[in-house]
């Protein structure tokens, strides 16, 4: 295997940017309809008198992530009176279980982080406080098999985060000894908050920012319990906790919920206007559906942005300047999906790219489309295809935000609100009807 394959194929990690990746970042607000998502996360928090709680949503790979690791960057940078703002972030996806997430497992993932960053950045150790007497409570209720004597609020977070993530019997148990007792472990955990604002030096730092990213990741599934879906629960029914934190906290919401009935109450317990960072417009909306120049040049700026940081040409990655216009096409505007289409491309044909790599991607993401569309997405479906728009219903409801979380409808932005079907399913058409009985 050739270094420059190597590299290249390394150069285009879908992974959020993080510390050091400054110089890959682009810049994709005017082709997002200038919406101005990061900047306005800043002014709230910059301009609250105390806590504020905030949400961003947008579809899985359109680089939410991306936008947070921006906020951050301009929140750790210190402004006229020379102060900044102390960042944590949570990676819920590697701190939780996406398949089941429930508030108190976020509450642990919080306070253990806000405890290693603080050790790690600061070399400052907080105390367990209220916690020591949660983790005996938990003991003597639910995880007697967990040791908790005389550990560190880090190491403590850590260990009860640790079973909770890897056995779905201990977050039951759990749930059902915090439940009664949600408050005082929120007293805990506002202890905890509190103490680290006071240790954080008051000449260098205005307060602290906690970002929980990923959220939107979490797979929806009924509630049996309370009768609506994991994602209503967390965020609606449980928003007096999600939003109790005493410091400037952003969580990421799954876009079908942004998009449901429940938007006026979001708008209400999270800080406002609910902002959605949409898609790349690469392309004019339907019916006439043409090539968008501007989005496709910011495209290939991200593209000579990856490849000149490893000393690459574009005739290193791609056989012709149509191949790669075609791969970014197919992207819908998905910046995750330009680096997985990249990637996929290389480990399946080398290089360069050919017409052939594209053609594979689009077969292999038809085909795993193929197989979750039912009949009832098909009229959702040819709507956005004839208009760009949906004429929402309670009998569409449910596909549609279905249609969303999967990415086979593309939200955008620009001028006005509208919708795109994925470039991947371009070539199915609505499975026939099956024939009659009479026939």
């Not at 995880?143 to 985060?161: I, K, P």
Request: hydrophobic share 35%; proline share 6%.
């Amino acid at each position: 295997m050739s270094d420059l394959l190597k590299s290249i194929y390394n150069a285009f990690d879908p992974a959020p940017l993080h510390q050091g990746q400054q110089g890959l970042y682009v810049d994709l607000d005017d082709v997002r309809g200038h919406s101005g998502t990061v900047e306005r996360l800043r002014q709230k928090i910059l301009l609250a008198n105390g806590p504020s709680c905030q949400v961003l949503s947008g579809h899985r790979g359109c680089g939410k992530s991306t936008e947070l690791w921006q906020l951050r960057q301009s929140l750790e940078k210190p402004g006229p009176d020379g102060k900044k703002y102390f960042v944590v972030q949570v990676q819920a996806e590697k701190e939780l279980d996406t398949n089941d997430i429930d508030f108190p497992e976020i509450l642990i993932a919080i306070i253990r982080q806000i405890a290693a960053q603080f050790r790690e950045t600061l070399g400052i150790t907080l105390a367990p406080g209220y916690f020591q007497d949660r983790w005996q409570r938990l003991k003597e209720l639910a995880l007697r098999e967990v040791e908790f004597e005389g550990v560190e609020l880090e190491a403590g977070m850590a260990t009860l985060s640790t079973t909770l993530r890897g056995s779905p019997e201990a977050r039951r148990k759990v749930r059902a000894a915090l439940e009664p007792d949600t408050g005082n472990w929120m007293t805990a955990a506002n202890e905890v908050i509190g103490e680290a604002i006071l240790k954080l030096p008051k000449d260098q730092f205005s307060g602290l920012v906690v970002i929980v990213d990923d959220l939107d990741k979490m797979i929806a599934r009924t509630q049996a319990d309370v009768g609506c879906l994991t994602t209503e629960y967390l965020f609606i029914h449980r928003a007096a906790q999600l939003t109790g934190f005493l410091c400037h906290v952003i969580y990421t919401l799954p876009i079908e919920l942004a998009y449901s009935h429940h938007n006026a109450s979001i708008k209400l317990r999270y800080s406002g206007h609910l902002p959605v960072v949409p898609m790349t417009k690469i392309e004019t909306p339907p019916p006439k559906c043409k090539a968008h120049a501007p989005g496709i040049k910011k495209f290939r700026e991200m593209i000579f942005t990856r490849l000149s940081s490893v000393g690459a040409s574009e005739r290193d990655l791609f056989q012709s300047g149509k191949v790669r216009d075609d791969l970014i096409k197919l992207t819908g505007g998905q910046p995750t999906e330009l680096m997985s289409f990249i990637r996929e491309s290389i480990a399946t044909s080398g290089l360069p790219i050919t017409s052939q790599g594209v053609k594979r991607c689009r077969f292999e993401t038809m085909r795993t489309y193929r197989r979750q569309l039912r009949a009832d997405h098909w009229p959702l479906i040819q709507e956005v295809r004839k208009t760009g728009q949906i004429v929402r219903t309670a009998d569409n409801e449910k596909p549609f935000r279905e249609l969303l979380d999967s990415r086979a409808l593309l939200l955008y932005r620009n001028d006005e609100e509208w919708y795109g079907v994925n470039p991947c399913i371009d070539d199915l058409a609505a499975p026939a009807p099956p024939p009659s009985a009479e026939s």
